[in-house]
């Protein structure tokens, strides 16, 4: 079975086909980043119309790729930017339509596991999840391919979030996260001190609000001892070491993410733990839960973890076995549960 799917939920335009939720046919991902790097992140607005631009286009050449039928139409329905997920949504609407096709609303989170399952066709459920990006971080247990459960998550920014801002704090613009982890490449981890939260009656709960704030008074203190020493003020000018400072606050989001994860491994009884979303893609983050985990952490390879139409085509061949169907009249939902149905 032939899945063409599109994700649009934030600024990657994504159109892909996908055999059977496992076989992965074709993929053309269109990435924004170089319209928005000018304003420091994504511009909803600019994002929903360039989105406008490439779907026709990249839907095309997917299409081209194919030698074969498409049986269904899946779309990412929530969550993101609202606009931009309208985008795919009422695209995918109007293929469907067109075509005489099933349409199948698909939850983002859910898509970023699936991602796995392309990686190893091996894997099943039941599993323990983590999807780690710059919106979301979601600790689930995955009982069946439709079936989740959120065990924990973050109390404030996500994950990527935090990296993002931290860097936004460093001045090493938009985006942050790669940027950060490469001033952090040969920094001392150790030298700066930051908290990790540990949220009570809520074991695998995380919060990055603390790390963050950290940061700040650090650099703030840091320009004030400077200003200080400038104008003949009695303060001492102190300098950061910044590749360090910024290997220290990696540490602690990473120390927290592996910490949590694996709490709730041995509190659940796992032996299969996926890591996914966009920050999988962070090397630290891998090598930190492989040393703890050994072979029970699956981790889909770096062009799976960003955003992407293969995890939706992935996720929405398992969302059609057990029997979702959209009207056209289905919408899309900036927040949504991932443990609830879309349709």
Do not use: W
């Not at 999988?280 to 029970?296: F, I, P, V």
């Amino acid at each position: 079975m032939n899945i063409l799917a599109f994700e649009t939920s934030c600024d990657e335009t994504s159109v892909a086909v996908v055999r059977d939720g496992r076989e992965l046919l074709c993929c053309e991902v269109l990435s924004q980043t170089d319209l928005h790097v000018l304003y420091g992140g994504v511009v909803p607005e600019i994002a929903s119309r360039s989105h406008l631009e490439a779907i026709a286009p990249l839907t095309a050449k997917a299409l081209s790729a194919v030698d074969g039928q498409i049986d269904a139409v899946a779309a990412t329905a929530a969550p993101g930017l609202i606009g931009a997920l309208l985008v795919g949504l009422n695209f995918a609407k109007g293929y469907a339509m067109a075509q005489n096709l099933p349409l199948i609303p698909v939850h983002h989170i859910r898509g970023h596991v699936a991602a796995a399952f392309i990686a190893e066709p091996d894997l099943k459920p039941p599993l323990l999840a983590a999807v780690v990006s710059g919106g979301n971080t979601l600790f689930m247990e995955v009982l069946d391919y439709t079936t989740y459960r959120i065990v924990g998550g973050t109390r404030d920014d996500a994950a990527g979030e935090a990296f993002d801002k931290g860097a936004r704090l460093l001045g090493l613009g938009y985006p942050g996260g790669a940027a950060l982890s490469r001033l952090a490449e040969g920094g001392d981890e150790q030298r700066y001190p930051f908290p990790v939260a540990d949220i009570e009656g809520a074991p695998f709960d995380t919060s990055f609000s603390g790390v963050k704030t950290v940061l700040r008074n650090l650099i703030h203190h840091a320009k004030q001892q400077r200003d200080a020493a400038s104008n003949g003020g009695c303060g001492r000018e102190t300098g950061l070491d910044l590749s360090s400072l910024a290997a220290s606050y990696q540490k602690a989001i990473i120390d927290a993410l592996v910490t949590k994860l694996c709490a709730a491994a041995e509190a659940l009884k796992y032996e299969t733990i996926v890591l996914a979303g966009g920050v999988a893609a962070n090397k630290k983050l891998c090598a930190g839960l492989r040393s703890q985990l050994g072979d029970r952490i699956h981790i889909p390879p770096v062009y799976l973890c960003g955003d992407n139409a293969a995890m939706i085509a992935a996720q929405g061949y398992y969302e059609f076995q057990a029997g979702a169907r959209a009207p056209l009249s289905q919408n899309a939902y900036a927040t949504f549960d991932a443990g609830k149905p879309l349709c």
